[in-house]
């Protein structure tokens, strides 16, 4: 199993939407596969040899599945950051498949290096303020910024991305799933074409409960939200962009059965209502892969034999490459 695991990740890599995305010839869909879209989410936070260790391990495992990283500039905006040391870091665990994105936490260094007024409110965890005299801010809401602020805090993190030897991102991911109004309006206007904050509550009620702000947001931002939902333009006071939704959330806040059944789910939906493409968006943080990330690898396996079962092909690429506008 492990070694057919392997050569289908590779194989359904090796090429997007050719007859090798199939990893069964008895497979009754001529046309559609189901698309398994890794993202990580780098938190700004810290980058612990532990966890580039963790990661390191499932990129030699698994060479065949790309990630698409949303990246976060804070790292580079803490009092003590060593620039060259961090792009190191980070691109350690990057592999030419790799796309990367961008993801915004409302980090105190980062909003004012981007010369906006730091905002302590919403604080959807209660501890985002602690040790201000070095960093904070990491669940203060991104709603709570303009959209005029959020061009700016935008703009920055791209220009430091950039610098240090990064292609300027396109995709973006807001931290805590924040994309609201002027979130997706700043988007737009500094040139995105996708954002993939659309979640469930599912996963993170659970572990935060149902009554945080966190869930509260989350539920009023993404009304309607499934896990099954598919990608759609969504409008904002710009031109629309893409909505890729994170569908089945990230592997932090949840069980590897739990990660599986939401795989399942989009399987299941693809067999009953085939379709060229069908998107699952998965994945987790850098900042807690050696923990989390044996529940991601378990899901994994688990729905390649379950979706081989049902001679359903998985594909596994890091963003939607047939949208319209895209490529
Ligand atoms: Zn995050």
């Not at 580079?76 to 870091?89: G, L, Q, R, S, V």
Request: charged share 25%; proline share 5%; hydrophobic share 35%.
């Amino acid at each position: 199993m492990k070694i057919n695991l392997i050569l289908i990740l590779f194989f359904a890599s090796s090429t997007l939407f050719g007859a090798g995305s199939r990893f069964t010839n008895e497979s009754k869909f001529k046309k559609g596969n189901v698309v398994i879209v890794m993202t990580i989410d780098w938190e700004g936070r810290e980058l612990s040899k532990e966890n580039l260790e963790a990661l390191k391990a499932f990129r030699n495992k698994y060479p065949g599945i790309p990630i698409l990283h949303f990246l976060n500039a804070a790292y580079y905006t803490k009092p003590d950051a060593n620039a060259a040391e961090i792009t190191k870091k980070i691109k350690s665990v990057m592999r030419k498949h790799d796309e990367h994105g961008l993801h915004i936490h409302a980090w105190k260094s980062l909003v004012e290096a981007s010369g906006v007024k730091f905002k302590t409110k919403p604080d959807l965890g209660g501890w985002s303020l602690r040790n201000c005299q070095f960093d904070c801010g990491h669940v203060v809401s991104l709603t709570a910024y303009s959209a005029e602020e959020m061009q700016k805090i935008i703009r920055k993190s791209n220009e430091i991305l950039v610098k240090n030897g990064f292609s300027r991102p396109k995709s973006f991911r807001s931290g805590a799933w924040q994309t609201g109004p002027t979130v997706a309006t700043a988007l737009s206007r500094e040139g995105f074409y996708l954002d993939s904050s659309a979640t469930v509550d599912y996963f993170v009620s659970r572990s935060w409960g149902k009554s945080s702000l966190l869930v509260q947001s989350i539920n009023r931002l993404w009304p309607g939200m499934s896990t099954v939902k598919q990608p759609y333009l969504m409008k904002t006071e710009h031109k629309p962009i893409w909505q890729l939704p994170n569908n089945a959330s990230l592997a932090d806040y949840t069980k590897p059965n739990t990660i599986f059944r939401t795989l399942k789910d989009n399987v299941d939906e693809f067999l009953r209502n085939p379709k060229p493409v069908h998107y699952v968006v998965t994945g987790f943080h850098l900042e807690t892969a050696k923990r989390y990330l044996p529940r991601v690898e378990k899901a994994l396996e688990k729905i390649i034999d379950y979706s081989s079962s049902k001679g359903v092909p998985i594909q596994f690429a890091h963003f939607p490459i047939n949208l319209e506008g895209r490529r």
